[in-house]
Structures are given as structure tokens and as C-alpha cells.
């Protein structure tokens, strides 16, 4: 159920991949000679591609649609370049070959975390969202769901709910999550930080017994009932917890932009191999809509 906020990195592969599809380069280049035959760069991009090529395109796409919005002047990049170098001192060159990466990759994904860095701190939360915020990390609720792939059938197991239907066998028999064949749906006792974020914030203000409106994610549309709720063990001090809330919070709201720079961008991903890249951002729903 979990995605992942895209990490304030890039991959090496992304800047590996893009250096062998230099459009100033001939494919046809030589980079390596042997008896055995020689290997030209359009053999190391194919390889490439084939190995981490989906991975490269969802992270270049990414990249470009924040650049669409935040940047930073190269002055900027440069005082940040040098200045991390120096934390590094005169182990710079081992912390390179331990990341394996080279000086070149390590300056531009510099820039990349400065970028996004700057999208982040644009975000603003509130208090009264903090507030709430820290009122659901103590506590824990048990829920189930019946995961679908468009609103209209996600309205229709409702109603079927609302009218006395059984949960497990609604589940079972609508739900896209392959486990609710198993689970009928029960996702059991979970906290906050365990869900994306549309599902999180429907969940938890459910009342007990409560059945929610269809609930659209990036997995489909989801139909939540809210079994019951339990006071969590919690070790971190309220100060502590803010900090995390306010993190969590921040990450999710990244999130959402980020989807919101997406769907802005009008991408048409031409490929076949590659249709898949945005699938963990953006629903085959919202595609379709894109495109109309």
C-alpha cells in the first residue's frame, strides 16, 4: 500500500543512461576494441536500457517536471559544490570511488538535490495540520478495504456495503488487491506512516463502523471501513513526534505536487517498454484524462 516519495537523489543510472544517449555522439561510436569484437555505444545503451532503462525514464521524468517549476542558479550549484567537496577534504576521491560515481555525476546530482530540495521547502503545513497530525500518530486503527480500478465500481461495492452486503465476500470478489483473496480486504492494526497518503487521511477520520466515500490513490479507488481504533505505544516525546508529523506531512504535500507538475506536463510516453514508468504517480484513469 506504501509509495515512496521520490528520494532527494537520483540515481546514477539516470545520468549514466542519458551520457550514452548524447544526441552529439554517433551511435555507431567505438568505445571498447578486443578480438572478441568491438562494443559501440548504442551496444552500451541497449544494455543499459534493458537493465535499468524503466527506472532512468520514471527518474527523468520526474526530474524534469519539478525543473518545470523550481530551479537554482548555477552560482548557487557552484558554492554548494564547493562546499560539500570541503566537508569531504581530502577524502572526496575515496568517497567517489566508494559511491561509484565520478566527479561529473557527483556535481550534477548536487544540482538535483538542490531542485528538489527547493520544491520541498516551498511546501507549506499548517498548525492545525501538525495538530491533527500529532492526534493520529497516537493512536492506531484497524481497517479493511476493497481496492478497485474506477469510481463507478468503487460506488457500486458501497452501496452494496451500504445495503448489508458481506465485506469479505465483496472483497473477494471485486478487489484488485491480490491478497484480499486471502485477507478479504483486512489490512489489521496500522499507525500513521503506513499508507499513501489519500488512503491515510480518509482512514483515519472515519468513525467505528464508518464506511467512506470511494477513496481514488495512486492504486485505484478504495472503499475503507474503519473496524476500530486503540491509543498506540508511543516513545517519542510530543516534540519529537511533531518533528516527525511535520516531516510526514511535508513528504506527502511533495507528493501531491509532484503529481500536480506531472499531469501538467502533458507526457506522452512513446515507447512501449517504458508505458509503464508513472504508473506509481499517476492512475491509468488520470492518463486517459491527460490525454483527452
Known amino acids: 500500500m506504501k509509495k515512496t516519495v521520490l528520494a532527494l537523489t537520483m540515481a546514477a543510472s539516470v545520468l549514466a543512461l542519458s551520457a550514452c544517449s548524447d544526441k552529439n555522439s554517433a551511435d555507431d561510436e567505438v568505445l571498447v576494441t578486443s578480438k572478441a569484437g568491438d562494443i559501440t555505444k548504442a551496444d552500451l545503451y541497449d544494455e543499459m536500457k534493458d537493465a535499468i532503462g524503466l527506472q532512468v525514464v520514471e527518474n527523468l521524468i ?19 559544490i564547493k562546499k560539500q567537496k570541503e566537508q569531504y577534504g581530502d577524502s572526496f ?5 566508494q559511491s561509484g560515481m565520478t566527479e561529473k555525476f557527483f556535481e550534477k546530482n548536487v544540482k538535483s538535490q538542490m531542485i528538489q530540495t527547493k520544491m520541498l521547502d516551498s511546501l507549506e503545513v499548517t498548525d492545525e495540520e501538525i495538530k491533527a497530525g500529532l492526534a493520529n500518530a497516537k ?9 478497485v480500478e474506477d469510481e463507478k465500481t468503487a460506488k457500486e461495492v458501497r452501496k452494496k456495503l451500504e445495503e448489508g452486503g458481506d465485506f469479505e465476500k465483496l472483497a473477494k470478489e471485486y478487489s484488485t488487491e491480490p491478497a484480499a483473496q486471502d485477507t478479504g480486504g483486512d489490512l489489521g492494526w496500522f499507525g500513521t506512516g503506513r499508507m499513501v497518503p489519500e488512503f491515510e487521511k480518509a482512514a483515519f ?9 470511494p477513496v481514488k490513490s495512486s492504486f485505484g479507488y478504495h472503499v475503507i471501513e474503519l473496524l476500530d481504533t486503540r491509543e498506540a505505544e508511543v516513545e517519542a516525546t510530543d516534540e519529537e513526534l511533531k518533528a516527525t508529523v511535520e516531516d510526514n506531512l511535508k513528504r506527502a504535500k511533495f507528493e501531491e505536487k509532484l ?29 486517459k484524462a491527460d490525454k483527452e
Open 139 to 147: 493512536k492506531e486503527i484497524h481497517a479493511r478495504h476493497i481496492l
Open 205 to 213: 477520520a472515519l468513525k467505528k463502523g464508518e464506511i467512506s466515500e
Open 93 to 97: 576521491e575515496m568517497y567517489l570511488a
Open 62 to 80: 520526474l526530474q524534469q517536471a519539478i525543473e518545470s517549476e523550481f530551479s537554482v542558479s548555477d552560482k548557487e550549484v557552484e558554492e554548494e
Open 259 to 287: 503529481i500536480s507538475l506531472l499531469k501538467d506536463s502533458n507526457i506522452d510516453i512513446k515507447a512501449d517498454e517504458f508505458k509503464s514508468a508513472l504508473e506509481d504517480y499517476l492512475p491509468k484513469a488520470d492518463k
